[in-house]
């Protein structure tokens, strides 16, 4: 038996970059480390044994970026015999072999597709002394299923796809997760129950194209039923999701939306370009005029959602004509909030070799006029709240930590970013507050009085279950830019969550 063995349970970090399905499956990492006997690493202490990289292949410079950090790590593993550096995700799914040429101190190599091998691939490499990279070709096992150690006590992230049957010529998602697969109706709600039982009030349903959930078995309104099935759980506050592709937006679920007292206001759908001709070459199977009749029909049975989207600005080939087409369909359909990413190419997909490369100087002139343009539209969006009572589901982590005395922050039904003056009485994350808005900013709401009412919820109570133990220690660190997006995210127009798609 060696000093290791009699050790302490050896820790581990998860440092996580890229979507939404990135956070999900490093919530399954978490889970599994944590079956197989590890322990989360105190936030800050920078001595986990284990750090596993979740990476993407869809943020700009993502491998220089990944052996950067993996340099950065060499003189530790020096220091400490023992440690071991997992590479996962995306960019391990693309890169293979190469993570281990150009990194040999990295243990273990994995896929998008095994993340649940990642206990075992740990102890094998340990024992054999030699790295072990293994990728599979295919869904072994959906993620969903794979045990959860969650960030949040109160919100949820449910997958109910993997995968994407689209060819957009930006995109190398569908080449490195994958054809989309389904969850079954019921496997998803059994997970949302069980959520909801822990404490859990809102859930966001996730997949790379959610709303075309159903594929598989051809029902074209098989996601609207799992929006209406997931609003009738019991003790659930909040459903959302993320993101729906404008090819598979279907009348019955802006009318799920509308009718489905929790199914939240807020849509986030990506128009990537305004200009047809561009949506072409991008292999977008929509146009403009597609999309605004979705904002139409949205706006129609829902007033009050909050709409935002992704936009990709100097696709190679885009014209002046063209991009003026983009800001014509922002000032149309007046977007909440808009995540614009200057395009550069990916390596494996059509668009890097496409004719018409944009001069970066043209594709940052013609940025900087559409960040413009959403920051004047989400202002004027945002003071047309002034005066309205929000309930808000109290957050943490989010806002200013220079006045974290004096105020807190949470989420709107929108979406949007609200801070609100604290209270005199004790307000978790998790419950929930009524607020009335005093100020609209460009990326955040203000609420200066202090609360209405405060409602103290299952979710606030688990926070505090969660939060009772002595240490509270952290080891997922995120840096989230949209999938399926050639570029990395500006700094966006307002706060929110990314796209994926």
Known sequence: MTAQDTALPRSYEIRTYGCQMNVHDSERLAGLLEGAGYVRAPEGSDEADVVVFNTCAVRENADNRLYGNLGRLVPKKAERPGMQIAVGGCLAQKDRDTIIKRAPWVDVVFGTHNIGSLPVLLERARVADEAQVEIAESLETFPSTLPSRRESAYAAWVAISVGCNNTCTFCIVPALRGKEKDRRPGDVL????????????????????????????????AFGKLLRATGGVEGLERVRFTSPHPRDFTDDVIAAMAETPNVMHQLHMPLQSGSDRVLKAMRRSYRQDRYLGIIEKVRAAMPDAAITTDIIVGFPGETEEDFEQTLHVVREARFAQAFTFQYSKRPGTPAAEMDGQIPKAVVQERYERLVALQEEISWEENRKQVGRTLEVLVAEGEGRKDDATKRLSGRAPDNRLVHFERPAEEVRPGDMV???ITYGAPHHLLAEKPPLAVRRTRAGDAWERRNSAPAKPAGVMLGLPTIGAPAVPQTPVAAGGCALD
């Open 190 to 221: 059994a997970e949302v129950e069980a959520l909801v039982a822990e404490g859990v009030v809102e859930v966001t349903l996730l997949g790379q194209n959610v709303n075309a959930y159903g594929s598989d078995i051809g029902d074209r309104e």
């Open 434 to 436: 009524t607020v009335e």
